[in-house]
């Protein structure tokens, strides 16, 4: 149903190597860098950065969230752990979580930009 989801960025060289380490243990690369823009995807760009060199603070909480797939529960935590290792700032540890429709295993971050990002799993 969605294609892709934007995110903006102050610095998007800083920002595309943040996303160029978190983003690995879920299968993504930079597949398009482009002077304004870097997309992640798998086969196509799934998650785009956008350089936006006047955006303000982040709020503590931006009320809102991106979710991306994860194969396994491992993925989920490497995940994580490389979000906290290149600066980012953990929103949720990785662990169990109920859904509204079913059970999941997920951890939440925040980038460097406040940008919340979430990586999730679901029980086959």
Known sequence: MIDHVSISVRDLAAG????????APLGYTKLVDRPASAG???KYPELWLNLRS???PAPANPGAHVALRAA????V???HAAAMAEGGTCAGEPGPRLAAMTGY????ILDPDGNKIE??????
């Open 105 to 108: 295993f997920g951890a939440f």
């Open 77 to 79: 935590r490497a995940f």
């Open 54 to 56: 006047d955006l303000g």
């Open 72 to 75: 396994s529960e491992e993925a």
């Open 40 to 42: 992640f995807g798998k």
């Open 16 to 23: 595309a190597a943040f996303y160029t380490h978190v983003l």
């Open 119 to 124: 990586a999730v799993t679901f029980p086959k």
